[in-house]
Every structure is written in C-alpha cells, then in structure tokens.
C-alpha cells in the first residue's frame, strides 16, 4: 500500500473492445529527522509507477488529476525490455487492484456543497464514504 501525490496526468489508452489501462506516477515522501547525535537527515521523495487496468482505468482517466493524494493497494511487477540500441531497461510498477482518492473532488467538478472521498478497487465498483 502507498499514499502519495500523483505527479502528472494520467496516461490513459484503450485496447481491445473497450478495454483501458492507465500509467500515473505517485510521489511518496518519508519525512526528514533528527539523531539523537545531532545528525540531520533530509526528507526522501521516491517516484512508483501505477498501473491501472480495465474499470479502474476508466474511474483513473475520469476522476484523477495530477496533484490529487491516492491511497492505492497493489502488487509489484518487474519487467525488462530492450531499447532501440540495444541497451537493456528495467521497470518496476505497481499493478493497482484497489484505490482511494484522499482529495477531496476538484471544484470544477462538485455539483453539491458536500464532498466525499472516492473509493474504487479492480471490479471497478465505487462506493463513497467519509465526507470531508
């Protein structure tokens, strides 16, 4: 599971009947802290790479905008390719099989004056709980 802060907009493209998945890059930070001797120790971002599949892409490609704070649950994948030049690539991704959205929705989008969180996990089954 990861929470953090999505870095741009989601890269969305569909397959086969109707078929979608989604790319996002999710920033993490773990805070920065002190020693006990004294030693300063800064904050650390790190990037993952999401993927999304199916329903859940659809929900990504409508409600996700770059800045928007997920909670996601998923698995890692490993993969490697070969570029045009020859030079092998590795990448590792987080397949997403459930998300929360923690931002509140965008005001360009909210139609009634209380906002809720977004839930949705790989069915594509979305649910709505804890109002802001």
């Not at 397949?95 to 929705?105: A, F, G, H, I, Q």
């Amino acid at each position: 599971m990861l929470i953090g802060n999505v870095g741009k907009e989601p890269e969305v493209r569909y397959y086969e009947q109707d078929q979608a998945v989604a790319q996002v890059s999710l920033a993490t930070t773990e805070r920065g802290y002190t020693l006990q001797n004294g030693t300063q120790v800064p904050e650390r971002t790190d990037w993952h790479n999401l993927v999304f599949y199916r329903q859940l892409a659809k929900i990504v490609e409508q409600y996700v905008k770059k800045g928007d704070k997920l909670y996601v649950e998923g698995r890692i994948r490993y993969r490697s390719y070969d570029t045009q030049k020859g030079e092998r690539r590795y990448v590792t991704e987080i397949l997403v099989e459930n998300m929360e959205m923690l931002t509140p929705k965008h005001a360009s989008q909210q139609n009634t004056s209380e906002s809720t969180e977004t839930v949705a996990d790989s069915s594509g089954e979305m649910g709505s709980n804890m109002p802001f």
